[in-house]
């Protein structure tokens, strides 16, 4: 028979050092490159910052949207 008395005290988590990344966000590439996803029927424009349109019946109607988004 083992004996299994060793308890572990684990430290309080106050001192554990924290992983932490250089960058907790990760940058989008410089600029707006967009492009059209397809959904189903739909389409709509996405874009590397992480937008994307609404979801258009047509692919010129996504690409319009995109065009608007990347337009100032
Ligand atoms: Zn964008």
Redesign the pocket.
């Known amino acids: 028979m083992e004996p299994h008395t060793e308890a572990r005290l684990a430290p309080p988590l106050d001192s554990l050092p924290l992983p932490r990344p250089p960058h907790a966000q990760p940058e989008?590439p410089a600029?707006?490159?967009?492009s059209t996803a397809d959904r189903g029927s739909f389409c709509l424009a996405v874009?590397?910052?992480?937008?994307n349109g609404p979801a258009r019946r047509s692919r010129d109607l996504a690409r319009r949207d995109a065009a608007r988004?990347?337009q100032p």
């Open positions: 989008p600029g707006h490159t967009t874009c590397t910052c992480g937008w988004h990347t």
